[in-house]
């Protein structure tokens, strides 16, 4: 046999290597911003265009490289930051391996300006698919500009891969928030499409927050720090009154680094415990400085976990300081020593008198009873062979009805969970919570496509804060929103203002909505809007439904039961489950057999 082994061209090992590193527009946004820091820039812009699709612009005010190193960089293993491998357990930088500037430019354009302090010419180099393709002197400041266009312009398959531009905006926006926190005397901005997303000047760690997040957040930072032999910590929790059910806020940085890690998680989730809700989440900025021996960041190129060598002392510190600062600042109550902590009124509850009791959504300016029968096609006779046991079929509207719908049907509620009532051939059980997710599913359906939504309109608008990517993401999908009769008046830089809202939704509900709304369009956006909006719906009535525990009075029993019945698909919720089960007198008949 003859040899087979050859080696690869470096522009395909260097495609091969892009792979790991660039899964995204998002990375080479990262990237560029590290190499912008590494190079001790105090000002750095980002410019994105098509959600980095199109371009990917990142200048910087730093270092800059020589003529000879602005070609060198984009080799493979072309580093700076490190020499030897006993560096290795000695890293300031973002970067060392040398491996982000040869990767980029094996799968883009890439076109560098680049000069330093003591030269008068700069560098312009273009180079593509890893070839240079040109170099000439240029005129520019000191510092660097990178930009990466037509990412993935040899690669179709991870082209066609990637996302919507909502999706990837949001990553390369979370990128840049992580960037920015992890250094907040350095001034960043960001344009997506020429507009301006960010502007962020040198600050103080406090201010670089609240610039993030709005001017809201400020009230809400309780202040850590602590030092100790192994590790210095210092940074904000969220109060936790303001924890959310989503996960947004939570932020790791080990040595100004950002690093996900769900045991340090954990430490900061038992220091809240007992002080948030059931189902929420503390928010955190925390910075953990260790010595960089005593870390292993070695590891997979834009992998964003870490191994400590200590790493259950830094967790005790770690909830034991956030315990403490919470405790100082008044949030946690003062002896929490010998009681059962599952017996306490979840903090956020504790200061609020306690309102009347929830109000039970349901429509009561419908009446079932306006229209005759006969012109309900769905309400049909009762049939004498609807005899079968059905606890396990699917039953179909057509085959049950309701007794006595002219008069007046018995109903009954069980553990506040179940409505009970007669029909002519036995009983008819209907869980009131799936019951109700039907009714409202079809209800809100019908006003996408019908214009007969009832709206109200808010005495007062609403005005909900966001931070920038949120409100990014509602932008996004205003138009299935309305639809269904949100009102939305203004977006404003940091808030949304509503004006009106279907008679269907609680204006209290709005804000768990929103929150929600954000929650699941976070990760993905529905490709088409048909798909967008019944998300949408089904998030909506998640959150006024009536739920199980609820007490209903006969009325609304009534009302539940009625309106299931007129519903098209009434045997089963929008989220699969069955609403409803029937026993026949044959079924008791046989019980006593
Ligand atoms: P690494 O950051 O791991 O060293 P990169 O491929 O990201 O590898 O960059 C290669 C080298 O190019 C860096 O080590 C640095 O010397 C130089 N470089 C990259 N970006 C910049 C920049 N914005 N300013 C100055 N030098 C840069
Ligand atoms: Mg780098």
């Given at each position: 046999m003859?040899?087979i082994?050859?080696?690869l ?10 792979g790991?590193?660039?899964?995204r527009p ?8 590290e190499?912008a820091?590494?190079a001790?820039?105090?000002d750095?812009k980002?410019l994105?265009?098509d ?7 990142v200048m ?16 493979r293993?072309?580093t ?13 930088t ?6 982000a500037?040869?990767s ?11 000069r330093?302090e ?9 180079i593509e698919?890893?070839?240079?393709t040109?170099?000439?002197?240029v005129?520019?400041p000191?510092g660097?500009?990178?930009s ?5 312009y040899?690669?179709p ?5 990637l996302?919507?531009?909502?999706v ?6 979370d990128e840049?928030?992580?960037?920015a926190?992890a250094?907040s005397?350095i ?5 997506h ?8 000047p ?5 201010q670089?927050i609240?610039?993030l997040?709005g001017s809201?957040?400020?009230e ?10 192994i590790?210095?910590?210092?940074g ?5 009154e303001f924890a959310?059910?989503k996960r947004g ?5 080990v040595?100004?680094?950002?690093i996900?890690?769900?045991?340090l ?8 415990e007992?002080?948030?809700?059931d189902?929420?989440l503390?928010s955190?900025?925390?910075y953990?400085?260790?010595p960089?021996?005593?870390i292993?960041?070695?590891?997979h ?5 870490i ?5 259950q002392?830094i967790y005790?510190?770690l909830r ?18 010998e009681?059962d902590?599952?017996?306490d009124t ?5 200061n609020k008198?306690i309102s009347?009791?929830p109000p039970?959504e ?7 009873f306006?229209?005759?029968l006969?012109s309900?096609p769905?309400?049909?006779?009762i049939?004498?062979?609807?005899n079968?046991?059905s606890?396990?079929?699917?039953i179909s509207q057509q085959e049950l009805a ?11 509620q069980?553990q506040?969970k ?11 059980l ?12 079809e209800e ?5 496509s ?8 808010l ?5 909900i ?5 949120d409100?990014?993401l509602?932008?996004?999908?205003t138009?299935?929103i309305?639809q269904?009769?949100?009102?939305i008046a ?13 008679v269907?939704?609680?204006e209290n509900k ?8 954000i929650?699941?369009?976070?990760n ?6 048909y ?5 949408i719906?089904k998030?909506?009535?998640k959150?006024i439904?009536?739920k ?7 009325k609304e029993?009534?009302?539940l039961?009625n309106?299931?019945?007129d519903?098209?698909?009434?045997s ?11 026993l026949?007198l044959n ?7």
């Amino acid at each position: 046999m003859p040899d087979i082994i050859q080696l690869l061209p470096d522009h395909v090992a260097n495609q091969i290597a892009a792979g790991e590193v660039v899964q995204r527009p998002a990375s080479v946004v990262k990237e560029l911003l590290e190499n912008a820091i590494d190079a001790k820039a105090t000002d750095i812009k980002l410019l994105v265009k098509d959600a980095g699709k199109a371009l990917i612009q990142v200048m910087d005010n730093g270092s800059g490289m020589s003529a000879t190193d602005a070609r060198l960089c984009f080799e493979r293993h072309a580093t700076s930051k490190i020499k030897s491998a006993d560096d290795l357990f000695n890293i300031h930088t973002k970067g060392f391996r040398g491996e982000a500037l040869a990767s980029i430019a094996a799968i883009a354009h890439v076109e560098l300006k680049t000069r330093i302090e003591a030269d008068e010419l700069g560098t312009f180099i273009l180079i593509e698919g890893s070839e240079i393709t040109e170099q000439s002197f240029v005129n520019t400041p000191k510092g660097t500009s990178i930009s990466v266009k037509n990412l993935f312009y040899n690669i179709p398959a991870r082209r066609n891969f990637l996302k919507s531009t909502t999706v990837e905006i949001r990553h390369i926006i979370d990128e840049f928030i992580r960037v920015a926190l992890a250094h907040s005397s350095i001034s960043f901005s960001m344009y997506h499409n020429d507009q301006e997303v960010y502007h962020l000047p040198s600050a103080n760690l406090r201010q670089r927050i609240v610039a993030l997040f709005g001017s809201k957040t400020n009230e809400k930072l309780v202040p850590i720090t602590e030092n100790t032999d192994i590790l210095n910590l210092i940074g904000f929790v969220i109060k936790p009154e303001f924890a959310k059910k989503k996960r947004g806020e939570q932020f790791f940085f080990v040595n100004n680094r950002f690093i996900k890690s769900s045991y340090l998680n954990h430490a900061i989730t038992s220091a809240f415990e007992g002080l948030i809700a059931d189902g929420c989440l503390p928010s955190f900025y925390l910075y953990l400085e260790v010595p960089p021996q005593s870390i292993d960041i070695n590891i997979h190129p834009t992998k964003t976990e870490i191994k400590f060598d200590n790493d259950q002392s830094i967790y005790a510190i770690l909830r034991s300081t956030v315990k403490h600062s919470l405790g100082q600042f008044n949030i946690a109550p003062l002896l929490d020593f010998e009681r059962d902590a599952s017996l306490d009124t979840p903090y956020q509850f504790k200061n609020k008198p306690i309102s009347k009791e929830p109000p039970i959504e349901v429509d009561r300016n419908f009446n079932p009873f306006k229209e005759t029968l006969s012109s309900k096609p769905n309400r049909i006779e009762i049939k004498e062979h609807l005899n079968f046991i059905s606890f396990e079929s699917e039953i179909s509207q057509q085959e049950l009805a309701i007794e006595e719908v002219v008069t007046k049907h018995k109903t009954f509620q069980l553990q506040s969970k179940y409505i009970l009532s007669s029909i002519k051939s036995g009983i008819v059980l209907i869980n009131q919570q799936y019951a109700h997710e039907r009714i409202l599913y079809e209800e809100l359906f019908k006003s996408t496509s019908l214009s007969n939504l009832t709206i109200q309109k808010l005495l007062i608008p609403l005005k909900i804060n966001f931070n920038t990517p949120d409100l990014a993401l509602l932008k996004s999908i205003t138009n299935e929103i309305s639809q269904l009769g949100i009102e939305i008046a203004e977006f404003t830089k940091d808030s949304i203002v509503i004006s009106g809202i279907p008679v269907l939704i609680d204006e209290n509900k709005l804000n768990s909505i929103f929150d929600s709304l954000i929650h699941a369009f976070q990760n993905e956006i529905p490709t088409d809007s048909y798909s967008t909006t019944d998300l949408i719906i089904k998030i909506i009535l998640k959150n006024i439904s009536i739920k199980t525990g609820s007490k209903l009075t006969e009325k609304e029993q009534d009302e539940l039961v009625n309106h299931l019945f007129d519903c098209k698909e009434p045997s089963i919720s929008p989220f699969g489950k069955k609403t409803f089960v029937t026993l026949s007198l044959n079924d008791f008949d046989s019980f006593f057999n």
